[in-house]
């Protein structure tokens, strides 16, 4: 099992920026892909960026609609990984989740998931 807590949501003017954490327990956590996805009022949740890290090195993958704007990064010494985002828009708006699992951009790659942040972009 593995246990994920995010954090640093919060209320950013559009063009801010915002760094969500999403601190890992249980498990190994260096095991694991990790994504955000991330879900707006009245949509379905909507895959954002995942991260890989293993001893061949690092992979990352982006939606279109976040690339050049987000990133993704984990500290495994901290069990932690990070979504960092800037010039967000109205449009970011949504509760954002960390996911554990295997490399994908579906929900269903994904066994082990966090409560979700509330990051709120106005205009």
């Known amino acids: 099992q593995v246990q994920l807590l995010e954090s640093g949501g919060g209320l950013v003017q559009a063009g801010g920026s915002l760094r969500l954490s999403c601190t890992a327990s249980g498990r190994t956590f260096s095991n694991y892909a990790m994504g955000w996805f991330r879900q707006a009022p009245g949509k379905e949740r909507e895959f954002v960026g995942v991260?890989?890290?293993?001893?061949?090195?690092?992979?990352?993958y982006y939606a279109e609609s976040v690339k050049g704007r987000f990133t993704i990064s984990r500290d495994n010494a901290k069990n932690t990984v990070y979504l960092q985002m800037n010039s967000l828009k109205p449009e970011d708006t949504a509760v954002y989740y960390c996911a554990a699992g295997s490399w994908g951009v579906v929900e269903s790659a994904y066994a082990y998931w966090g409560q979700g942040t509330q990051v709120t972009v106005s205009s």
């Open positions: 991260f890989n890290q293993n001893w061949s090195g690092t992979s990352s």
